[in-house]
């Protein structure tokens, strides 16, 4: 089974520059996440889609941070403009439907993106 | 607001020893609570979890202890090996709230040769 696959891997922008992230999750996985994790700390959900639709946004700065998925597949998520505070990896995890009720339910996490903001 | 808080913040064990991650919440709507394992440069990856019905849930070396009227779990790596270094992260999620996942703040475990 072929792994959350996230690109680019690293990025480095000037603040107020824009930039966005992509993420194609696992086949057949419904529900796609985007979490930011700020060095040293756990990761933070931003927004949580289930086929194409927000489920919660609740923790995503919207007056410079958005997010789609692309007919219930890929997704992005665009930072415009971009500040100093942004800079931290940005994960991407999917999960199966109707899933939760296994012993090991979980979330499948990508390798992330590393933006630094100088 | 940390919705799971984890400790210690970092742990150096001998390599055969017993490594022991805590950690407690507060949110008694949570119903699953997994542990993920990160390795520098990589996503986190699930190692193991447990829901508020049992009380300790083992898996080869590693083992979660669950105490719910204590609102506290914790990670044990029983013969903890160099290859076992790495970021440990608590987490918490209740099916009520969307099943999005909540982190504690990560434990750095070093086992040293």
């Known amino acids: 089974e072929a792994g959350v696959a996230q690109s680019p891997r690293y990025k480095i922008i000037e603040k107020r520059q824009s930039v966005a992230f992509w993420c194609n999750p696992i086949s057949g996985h419904a529900t796609l996440y985007w979490y930011q994790q700020i060095l040293g700390q756990g990761p933070k959900l931003l927004i949580q889609?289930?086929?194409?639709?927000?489920?919660?946004d609740s923790q995503l700065p919207k007056d410079r941070f958005s997010a789609e998925r692309l007919k219930g597949v890929d997704s992005t998520l665009k930072i415009q403009p971009a500040k100093l505070e942004d800079s931290a990896v940005y994960l991407c995890?999917?999960?199966?439907?109707?899933?939760?009720?296994?012993?090991?339910?979980?979330?499948?996490f990508g390798s992330g993106t590393r933006l630094t903001v100088v | 607001q940390q919705q799971v808080k984890q400790s210690p913040q970092s742990l150096i064990v001998q390599k055969g020893g017993i490594s022991i991650i805590n950690c407690a919440y507060e949110?008694?709507?949570?119903?699953?609570f997994p542990w993920y394992q990160q390795f520098p440069g990589k996503g986190p990856a699930l190692l193991i979890a447990?829901?508020?019905?049992?009380s300790e849930k083992k898996e080869g070396r590693f083992t979660i202890s669950f105490n719910k009227s204590a609102k506290q779990f914790s990670l044990h790596i029983m013969d903890s090996q160099p290859g076992d270094s790495a970021t440990y992260f608590c987490?918490?999620?209740?099916?009520?709230?969307?099943?999005?996942?909540?982190f504690g703040t990560g434990t750095r475990l070093t086992v040293i040769p």
């Open positions: 995890a999917s999960s199966p439907p109707g899933d939760r009720g296994l012993p090991n339910y979980g979330y499948t």
């Open positions: 949110n008694t709507a949570f119903d699953y």
């Open positions: 987490a918490a999620s209740a099916e009520a709230g969307a099943n999005n996942l909540f």
């Open positions: 889609f289930q086929n194409n639709g927000v489920v919660d």
């Open positions: 447990i829901r508020p019905d049992v």
